[in-house]
């Protein structure tokens, strides 16, 4: 089984749906680990694609960009990711 295959597994048809209506791809599962003071990832980040351009989010913030009114065309990385380093 891929990682691609993996990921896909995590998340709801819907989920998967709403994504690929905003043209962004679930493209692999990748282990984080928990490096001490670490305090943006530990156990599993998923790798979207969008417009060839790579970009890994936890699995919480994969629901929150496929269900809310988020925008790849204008909101591809917000102002607290950008500061806080967790992208």
Known sequence: ????TIAM?????KTLRQLAAKNVQLYS???????????CFSGVAYQLVWKGNGF???HSQVITLA?????????LFTEDEE???CF
């Open 9 to 13: 597994k995590d998340f709801s048809a």
């Open 67 to 75: 269900n809310s009114s988020w925008n790849p065309e204008t909101d």
């Open 83 to 85: 500061f806080n380093g």
């Open 56 to 58: 890994i989010r936890t």
């Open 29 to 39: 599962a990748l282990a984080i680990p928990a490096f001490e003071g670490d305090t």
């Open 1 to 4: 089984m891929n990682t691609q």
